[in-house]
């Protein structure tokens, strides 16, 4: 993409509008803490102090707003605290600009590596640093300035105890998460009725696994349908994609496909009921006929082998969602439930089933029987009944609303060491993070000096420009330089009007100051733009109440802005730190990923009922490690490409050997490799089951071929998979040296080579994306035995 290209998509990202929901309550609670602190200390101390005590408040409210995991009073309480701390440095140095140049070359520096603990800290961090810039210039004296920092540490206290006394919607990020994650469910087993290989975003399973974690005074609070419901998601997600896929399920066309339909049709109405209930923390309320739908018909199930079993063990899956979402009365015309009916062996009510799977002795566990059974006896009807009419509401059973079970958040204290020991890992060349600190501390400490060059008066509105700009990554940095221009513009521009027109003062500004806060807040999360020009309003009132920046003239703001925006541009220009030369190797890491997730679920069927991470003792992400542990790895590396990728598209840097249709081509290629491999934990063996010796052989093949494979991605070249196919054919071999015939047709032996066939097409689908001209295929292995070339697969 050519740079003026990259420039018009950026700024139009950049004055984009989201699709979000506007949250009146709570930019109107955030606006009330911030009046509360404004006009009480304008009252009690003055327009200066009150100034100070208003941006602490006003910090603190946005880092409310940011999407993070944490109780909100301690977000108020953190940010308030850190601004409190930077602010009276800032004043002991203020007086002296060699000091303070270099006080902020340090602070700027250290909120670049803040990014690496997320992008809440990152942007808390940044603010810390804008306002210092502001704060800085009201006090006069060392105890001034001890009482300045003390009243903006006041208003973060005052925001927390604002959300303490004023909750709105409490638990309601953690709702939305989980329930995002069971409407996408819900979608896929739609899609799927239409679609039987339809793709599956995991990234609302990965959201809500991370909104999952928890303080131990979070999980003594809360809400007890947030305990096991994503556990149970966890394990319905590959049950409905083997049910559907015709390569392991049900026949492409037929009763059998009739029924599937229902059964997905059904599936997807029940998890949009919970979804729902989730929510918004009501009952769940089913729909009858979905109800009925998940009956076994009357004249018996058309479903057999894979197919009878997923749907055997999808409704009492459902089953036991409802009970951990509290589920109302369920109106249905039939008799009660058949308490025997429908109940494989093993494939019943679990106790532990809505344990959280991530929780426990063993975070990266899957247990044996949180899989559905292997083949075997089929049972007679294709699924549990419902309950009858007469069914009271359900509550929570076993341990699935335990909260002793939960996986674990650190608190902050715990968490500094964690970050500390992070941002030392990134001191390294060619760090994306350490770049940007570099290019963010740089360019502040420019504007900063050019600020103060200038004879504009007031010179921060330039370095303030580039701290609040400046992003990791290339097209958030341009796109918000844009934004925060125009809205800065405008902002100035409208409020500079109503102070010149209008001369408020005291707690007529103040009041202005507010009503801006509270519209920013209100827009935080749909724009950008929109946002910055109610932030600059706040900014000029509140100084203009304070008797600072009066006389600056809105030509002179926007100039500095101006200057801002276009030093954190060309910084990144100068020193980039270009996401598509980093495809390569983010693509790398999803093969090596997803060959191990591969790798540790055929190697289950070797050793039936084996410990959860392969055998006793083993642990780590290497070869004994879990199928769970496996499977949360290739979904970090999923979702790292897709962003990588994304952030790659708006860049104007050339591709260096991947192009974009390569790239979409591989990417498809290993989301189906994964999918094979989920295809295969659906049908995990139980403890006793026979086992199948060849997989342990393929399994350690598997993992190998794919580790040299992500090698050769990395090294420019095409992987090869001459080792896989040769481990195949001496499968073949010796299975029809056995018996002369091969696996017979049904047996879970059969089932494996199936489909350690089709993870064999997707490596191939990967080398057949990758192969452009300029690229080396990679070096082959040893030639294979004369019988190497077995069957291929469907």
Known sequence: ?????????????????????????????????????????????????????????????????????????????????????????????????????????????????????????????????????????LPTSVATAAGHAAVIALGGVVQAGMIVVFPVR?????????????????????????????????????????????????ARRRPVELHGAR??????????????????????????????RELLAAAGSVLDSTARAVRHGTPVHLDPGAVAALRTPAGGTPLTGPARRAAGRLVPLLDLLDDVVETDVVAHPDAGRDPDAGRESGAGRDPGAGRDPDAGRDPGAARASDAAPGPGPAPTPDAAPPPGPHAVPRTVSGTAGRAGAHRDRPGLFR???????????????????????????????????????????????????????????????????????????????????????AHPVGYLSAALAVVSAGLMYLTLRTSYALSQVFVSAYVVFLLGM?????????????????????????????YPAWETPRLRSRLADWLRADGRYAAAVVGRYARPGAGPAGGPGEEGGGEGAGVRETLLATRTARIAWRTSKERATHEPVRHRGLSSTSADA??????????????????????????????????????????????????????????????????????????????????????????????LDALEEVSAALTEPGTTPAPEPPEPPENAEGPRLP
């Open 1 to 137: 993409m050519s740079w003026l290209r990259a420039l018009k998509e950026t700024a139009r990202s950049g004055l984009g509008v989201e699709r979000g929901r506007l949250e009146p309550l709570v930019a109107g609670r955030g606006a009330a803490g911030l009046a509360v602190v404004l006009f009480g200390t304008l009252a009690l101390f003055g327009p200066a102090f009150a100034a100070s005590a208003a941006f602490g408040a006003f910090q603190a409210g946005i880092a409310t707003f940011q999407r993070s995991w944490r109780p909100r009073p301690v977000l108020a309480l953190a940010s308030g605290a850190s601004l409190a701390v930077s602010t009276f440095l800032g004043y002991l140095t203020g007086a002296h600009s060699g000091f303070f140049l270099g006080l902020l070359a340090l602070w700027t520096l250290l909120a670049g590596l803040a990014w690496t603990a997320g992008p809440t800290a990152g942007y808390i961090a940044s603010s810390n640093v804008a306002i210092m810039l502001v704060t800085v210039t």
């Open 170 to 218: 409490r638990w309601g990020l953690q709702r939305d998460a989980l329930a995002d994650a069971l409407a996408a469910l819900g979608d896929y087993a739609r899609r799927l009725r239409h679609d039987p290989t339809a793709p599956f975003d995991p990234e609302p399973l990965m959201t809500a696994r991370s909104a999952a974690a928890v303080t131990p005074w979070q």
């Open 231 to 260: 556990g149970l998601a966890e394990r319905i997600r590959p049950v409905l994609a083997s049910l559907a896929d015709p390569a392991v399920g049900a026949a492409a066309e037929g009763p059998e496909r009739d029924r599937v």
């Open 415 to 501: 968490l500094l060491p964690l970050v500390l020991r992070d941002i030392r890992g990134e001191l390294r060349p060619g760090s994306p993070i350490l770049r940007h600190a570099v290019r963010v501390t740089v360019a502040t400490c420019a504007g900063y000096v050019l600020g103060a060059a200038l004879p504009l008066g007031h010179g921060y509105w330039a370095p303030m420009t580039v701290v609040m700009t400046m992003r990791p990554d290339f097209s958030q940095t341009y796109g918000r330089s844009t934004a925060r221009l125009l809205g800065t513009l405008v902002g100035v521009a409208l409020a500079t009007g109503i102070v010149q027109a």
């Open 546 to 574: 304070a008797g600072a920046g009066v006389s600056q003239t809105v030509r002179d703001r926007a100039l500095l802005t101006l200057l801002g925006g276009v030093l954190a541009m060309a910084s990144y220009a100068a």
């Open 666 to 759: 591989a990417g498809r290629a290993l989301a189906q490799l994964a999918r094979v491999a989920m295809l295969l934990e659906a049908h995990l063996p139980e403890r006793g089951a026979t086992p199948v010796p060849a997989a342990a052989a393929l399994a350690g093949t598997l993992r190998e071929a794919t580790e040299e494979g992500a090698k050769a991605v990395r090294e420019g070249r095409v992987p090869t998979w001459d080792a896989v196919r040769a481990e195949l054919a001496r499968w073949d071999a010796e299975e029809e040296g056995e018996n002369g015939e091969g696996p017979p047709e049904g047996s879970q032996s059969a089932f494996v080579r199936n489909g350690a066939g089709l993870l």
